[in-house]
């Protein structure tokens, strides 16, 4: 390991700090500021993978005991995650043999973070403004899309009761929601929940309480898996890189809960909308910019 | 621990200065600072010391190198408006670290032939190496190599480094980087007069890991389903302790 030690506590606990303060996972921004600092893709995407899981592990036992997670739903998520997961590693190891994996990364999350950050951006100086004019067309919006989805699941085959949810729907669709999570799990490193909470909240209609519970429940264990399976096949995860953004990360969400009940929320979304939009133009700008240096070199064995 | 070091070397120094010339015929002898370098988790790189006398005056040439390394090598390169990586190729056999230390620059001392016999240049380095399944164009990627090894400072010619002490004495520092190939270290000490080399040695030095930092990194690359599933299983369990025991500090 020959990047800084000071630098990646410091970006375990910023990073840290933000999912504390805003409530997000992080695992976005973890992953792309590895691979600024020199960290190879392979091993920033699977060491990711393998801090989410220390990250997450304290907020699953926490809402398993709130009785928040719908085990049913949890386990159709995660036989699709893990089927998903184990393809993107095994694809992750092909685009690797064959030099593309870091490319294919970047675009991911130019596309990924680039979408994010504007939602976010839009989203959060949309409340700051409309705070007086409360309601908006948000909701609207969301029904038609999330009605349109609902329908479509009413009419699949494989209809099933997911009681805690309150839900009728056919497995087809949260098993199909675990595949794409899982594929971007091993191909970026990321936990996913970014499109897991939004699915079901306002597609599925699932009880906000009972999403949560859920979403990170299925991440640990789609994350654990993904982790295993890098270190497994890949030899990409870096136990010191992984420890410390672990320990890094787990003060800083505790720094983070604590500072955001003292700070207005909806400005510390505008921060973190800021940072994701920073993040997506620079990694841009790496791949418009000719590098300074055209050659990389990586010690294979030695 | 400075002071001791100089101590040690002016000890080392005068011993084996008193060697050379009890042995007479022998032109040059040498001793190294250490016989290995131990890698730990907080390795910043380290110094190695050699020293030497030489029995009548001369240059001396301190070649160092380590043992061979296979490196993946890729390219940027254009396309449309992006630049991505094209491809990318395995090297095998480079050495992963050679420093050419001497009292003056071995070009001034030495002429082209004896350079090249004896591996003085860094130009030279990779003489004989040959690319595994390269797919793309790889441009001048030997001129590449010599460059990023030399940034990393992993080679490195230095007419300067090696000092003279009067005529007969001579010490050498070598500032080894941060991540050091592992293995045997092989130096090769020349001592030139006259545009020839009359007399040579050769000395070792070993870079290994150690303790528990040597053993996780080889039980995660020969092990590493076990590795994997038990490292998870232990970030699962740290994250859930930190939670718990960071949330109930924060309650108090």
New interface residues.
């Given amino acids: 390991m020959d990047v800084n030690l000071i630098t990646i506590v410091l970006f375990g606990g910023v990073v840290g700090l933000l999912s504390g303060l805003v409530g997000v996972g992080g695992g976005f921004l973890i992953t792309p500021l590895l691979i600024f600092i020199g960290v190879p893709p392979l091993v920033a995407v699977a060491t990711g993978a393998a801090q989410i899981v220390g990250t997450s592990a304290a907020g699953s036992y926490a809402h398993w005991r709130l009785g928040n997670i719908d085990f049913k739903m949890g386990v159709v998520l995660l036989l699709g995650s893990w089927t998903g997961g184990s393809a993107g590693v095994y694809l992750a190891k092909i685009l690797q043999q064959g030099g593309h994996f870091g490319n294919i990364v970047t675009f991911l999350y130019v596309v990924l973070l680039g979408i994010v950050g504007t939602s976010m951006l839009f989203e959060s100086v949309k409340t700051i403004r409309g705070r007086a004019a409360a309601g908006g067309g948000a909701g609207k919006r969301r029904k038609q899309g999330g009605g349109r989805l609902s329908a479509a699941g009413e009419r699949l085959p494989g209809q099933m009761e997911f009681p805690v949810s309150r839900l009728r729907i056919s497995f087809l669709i949260p098993l199909l929601l675990g595949v794409s999570v899982g594929v971007l799990t091993s191909l970026m490193g990321v936990g996913g929940g970014f499109i897991m909470v939004p699915v079901m909240i306002y597609m599925l209609k699932m009880p906000t309480k009972v999403v949560v519970g859920t979403s990170l429940f299925q991440l640990l264990f789609t994350t654990a898996v993904v982790a295993s399976m890098q270190a497994g096949v890949n030899h990409a995860v870096d136990p010191f890189l992984a420890l410390i953004l672990i320990l890094g990360s787990a003060f800083g969400t505790q720094w983070g809960t604590r500072l955001s009940v003292k700070l207005p929320g909806e400005k510390l979304r505008l921060v973190l909308a800021l940072v994701v939009m920073a993040v997506t133009v620079k990694m841009l700008v790496g791949i418009l910019v000719r590098p300074d240096e055209l050659y990389n070199m990586a010690v294979v064995v030695g | 621990m400075k002071t001791l070091i100089r101590i040690l070397v002016a000890l080392g120094l005068m011993l084996t200065a008193s060697a050379a010339s009890a042995a007479g015929g022998d032109e040059l002898v040498t001793q190294l600072g250490t016989h290995h370098v131990d890698i730990t988790?907080r390795f910043t790189g380290q110094d190695v010391l050699i020293f030497g006398a030489v029995s009548q005056p001369g240059d001396v040439i301190i070649k160092v190198i380590?043992?061979?390394?296979?490196?993946?090598?890729?390219?940027?390169?254009?396309y449309g408006?992006?630049?991505?990586?094209?491809?990318?190729f395995?090297i095998p056999g480079t050495p992963?670290l050679l420093y050419v230390l001497s009292t003056k620059p071995v070009a001034d001392i030495l002429g082209k032939v004896e350079r090249k016999r004896y591996g003085l240049d860094l130009n030279d380095a990779l003489r004989g190496v040959r690319p595994e399944n390269a797919?793309t164009d790889m441009?001048d990627?030997r001129s590449?190599?010599i460059a990023?090894?030399k940034k990393g400072h992993y080679y490195l010619q230095d007419g300067n480094a090696v000092k003279m002490l009067g005529d007969r004495l001579f010490s050498a520092s070598m500032a080894l980087p941060?991540?050091l190939?592992?293995?045997g270290y092989h130096l090769e000490i020349y001592l030139v007069r006259d545009g020839r080399v009359v007399a040579e040695q050769t000395r070792e030095f070993d870079v290994r890991e150690v303790h528990a930092e040597r053993w996780?990194s080889d039980t995660?690359?020969e092990h590493?389903?076990l590795?994997?599933?038990a490292?998870?299983?232990f970030?699962?369990?740290?994250?859930?302790v930190?939670?718990?025991v960071?949330?109930r500090g924060?309650d108090d």
Avoid: C, E, N
């Avoid at chain 2, 408006?81 to 990318?88: D, H, N, R, V």
């Fill in positions: 988790a380590s043992s061979d390394q296979t490196v993946d090598m890729s390219r940027k390169a254009r408006p992006f630049w991505l990586t094209s491809g990318k395995t992963g797919s441009g990627w590449a190599f990023l090894k941060a991540k190939p592992l293995g996780v995660a690359y590493s389903w590795f994997g599933i490292f998870t299983v970030a699962m369990v740290l994250g859930l930190l939670g718990i960071l949330r924060g």
